[in-house]
Nanobody, 125 residues
Framework: VQLQAFGGGLVQAGDSLRLSCAASGFTFSDYGMGWFRQATGKEREFVAAVTWSGGSTYYSDSVKGRFTISRDNARNTVYLQMNSLKSEDTAVYYC???????????????????WGQGTLVTVSS
């Protein structure tokens, strides 16, 4: 199993950015996927998740209405569209695979079994 996240960068407050996570080594369409982030000196926190089919999505309160998670099962890729970025969104963003096929997505990091390497998003104010 491999997850490779990319698309991070340095942007200004109010800008948009789209992260991508390319998956390989498993049947992507069978698994829910999540995005988490970790700011310097803070614990890893849940950002968003999408079910295996893409039919349902979930967001943390801090990003709801600004971020959109989606997936393309034909391309084995999950995306995180981030709009109206704020300085507090600065963090390393990780994609992760939900543990177990067809499992209900959850916000707890313990519920995910494989993680990408992370991509840094820096939002300057």
């Amino acid at each position: 199993v491999q997850l490779q996240a990319f698309g991070g960068g340095l942007v200004q407050a109010g800008d948009s950015l789209r992260l991508s996570c390319a998956a390989s080594g498993f049947t992507f369409s069978d698994y829910g996927m999540g995005w988490f982030r970790q700011a310097t000196g803070k614990e890893r926190e849940f950002v968003a998740a999408v079910t295996w089919s893409g039919g349902s999505t979930y967001y943390s309160d801090s990003v709801k209405g600004r971020f959109t998670i989606s997936r393309d099962n034909a391309r084995n890729t999950v995306y995180l569209q981030m709009n109206s970025l704020k300085s507090e969104d600065t963090a390393v963003y990780y994609c992760a695979r939900r543990g177990g096929p067809f499992a209900v997505v959850v916000p707890e990091a313990e519920g995910y079994d494989y993680w990408g390497q992370g991509t840094l998003v820096t939002v300057s104010s």
